[in-house]
């Protein structure tokens, strides 16, 4: 029976996987087309109807294009970290809940922060096995500011885990059944949004890519197939981060089309934000981090739990 379940359990991940990759195509046609429409153009119309099947030919290009291996990197290393950085981005989505059979365990907030911290190594791996001065330099650039910010999500996070009292993803659903989580704490769900722009790497915190001085960062030494890969992590971490923003502040009615309707609207936000805002600075970056939302989140966080010692004592 328990193998019959497992089997189960795994065509169901495989399917929501797929579910993943297919968004992640057609999340990149829709930034193609509402930056063209923010830049006054039209964006892909050539391919299909109305360019629906633009991402399908980009990914056709992307695996047929002959990978090129740099002379001095450090070839198993090299290879592997891609892969792995796309893997860590898929096995995140298991901690999403599910309408039918999957795994629903109690601690899928601290799996989220276990997987998503694996992911810088793979980001430093990528650009000290390329060998390359400006792979090192865009690397580096990502951890710092990946790792600031996992500081401030975390605090972030721990004021509306306080609110729940459990650190499982699914109990967010219940706890907003009258109210949602934004009205209760605005100002840290737009700090969230933003510490959620610079851990995956977007505009106005690209640093990573930065291509006036870094040449596209850390993966420019990759074409083909691992470039598809860490392009494919990169809109899944989107589209995750959507999702776990949706779930902690705006309802989290996870058995409603709404949902989805509002996973929707947030990763056109993330889109909207980049055709938008121009590149910050570094200096400022990392002064936002642990100069403002540092000392914000810490406050909220004792704020939180004087509210919630408060609600304990006199009224349980």
Excluded: H
């Excluded at 294009?65 to 891609?82: G, R, T, W």
């Excluded at 907030?109 to 060998?131: E, H, K």
């Excluded at 996870?254 to 934000?273: D, G, Q």
């Amino acid at each position: 029976m328990m193998m019959k379940d497992f089997i189960l359990m795994m065509m169901i991940f495989l399917v929501l996987i797929i579910g993943v990759l297919v968004s992640v195509a057609f999340l990149t046609l829709m930034e193609r087309k509402i930056l063209g429409y923010i830049q006054i153009r039209k964006g892909p119309n050539k391919v299909g109807f109305m360019g629906i099947l633009q991402p399908f030919s980009d990914a056709i290009k992307l695996f047929s294009k002959e990978q090129v291996y740099p002379y001095m990197a450090n070839f198993l290393i090299f290879l592997i970290s891609p892969v792995l950085n796309l893997f860590l981005a898929l096995i995140l989505w298991m901690s999403m809940p599910f309408y039918c059979y999957l795994l629903k365990f109690n601690f899928s907030v601290l799996y989220f922060f276990c997987v998503s911290s694996l992911g810088v190594y793979t980001i430093m791996m990528s650009g000290w096995a390329s060998n390359s001065n400006y792979s090192l330099l865009g690397s580096l650039r990502s951890v710092a500011q990946t790792i600031s910010y996992e500081v401030s999500m975390f605090m972030i996070l721990l004021s509306f885990l306080l609110l729940i009292m459990s650190l499982n993803l699914y109990d967010f659903i219940y706890y907003q059944k009258f109210i949602w989580f934004i009205f209760l704490n605005l100002p840290l769900s737009f700090m969230w949004f933003v510490t959620s722009l610079a851990e995956t790497n977007r505009t106005p915190f690209d640093f990573a890519e930065g291509e006036s001085e870094l040449v596209s960062g850390f993966n420019v030494e990759y074409s083909g197939v691992s470039f598809a890969f860490i392009f494919m992590a990169e809109y899944s971490n989107i589209l995750f981060m959507s999702m776990i923003s949706v779930m902690i502040f705006l309802g989290g009615d996870f058995f409603s089309w709404f949902f989805f309707l509002k996973l929707v609207i947030f990763s056109f936000v993330w889109i909207w934000v980049r055709g938008t805002l121009p590149r910050y600075r570094y200096d400022k970056l990392m002064n936002l981090s642990w100069k403002v939302f540092l000392p914000v989140s810490l406050n909220y966080f004792l704020m939180n739990m004087g509210l919630s010692f408060f609600v304990m004592v006199y009224f349980i």
